[in-house]
């Protein structure tokens, strides 16, 4: 029995906070932005692609030449710790065009239990606790050990192994895989 599920609690859209996201974005007037600038386009456009703020973020300036790089850091509005890379695409016109993409992403764990909580409540199994680890870094094929207590007290393993970058895992319970699911 195998179980594939996408976190709601993290996943608004495919993208969530994760390497899915990328955009390309224009700045205006002059040859180079600041990171001000730039963490202000990317503010609007995470937001846009994945309904969800960015609560802190922070850019390297970047010169308009076609292929210069620069890296954001920030934290979302949900606790996720983001690493951002970005590239000078264009130049041509007032100003010039970029493109960013999500290059990390460590999530607070508890996001983790609350995903895992309510399908585990879905199969009709009531649970006292869930824990995970406290911060998970968010890598295809990761592995991640919990520990769940149902109301009865009774206490099992849990393995999470995290099948993309955008939230979703599939999971087993003391090596017995779930029950198949539909992605929430």
């Known amino acids: 029995m ?21 955009a390309e974005v224009s700045v205006g007037g002059g040859s180079d932005a600041s990171g001000e600038e730039i963490a202000d386009e990317v503010r609007g456009d995470y937001a846009d692609e994945t309904g969800i703020a960015l ?38 016109g007032d100003g010039f065009d970029y493109s960013w993409h999500v290059t ?47 109301a009865n007290g009774s206490s099992r393993g849990v393995t999470l192994r995290l099948t993309d970058l955008d939230g979703g895992f599939e999971y087993s319970v003391d090596g017995e895989a779930s029950s198949e699911s539909p992605s929430a």
């Not at 802190?56 to 890296?71: H, M, P, S, Y």
């Not at 995970?132 to 890598?139: H, S």
């Open 55 to 92: 609560k802190r973020l922070t850019c390297e300036g970047v010169e308009a030449n076609v292929g210069e790089k620069f890296t954001c850091s920030g934290r979302n509005a949900r606790g996720v710790q983001l690493e951002i890379a970005g590239k000078v695409t264009d130049t041509s």
């Open 2 to 22: 195998r179980s594939s599920i996408r976190l709601a609690a993290l996943a608004a859209v495919s993208c969530l906070a994760f390497a899915g996201c990328s």
């Open 104 to 150: 990390g992403a460590v999530a607070p764990g508890v996001l983790y239990e609350r995903a895992l909580r309510r399908q585990i409540e879905e199969e009709g199994v009531a649970l006292a606790e869930i824990r995970c680890p406290v911060e998970v870094e968010v890598e295809v094929g990761e592995e991640l050990s919990c520990r769940a207590t149902d």
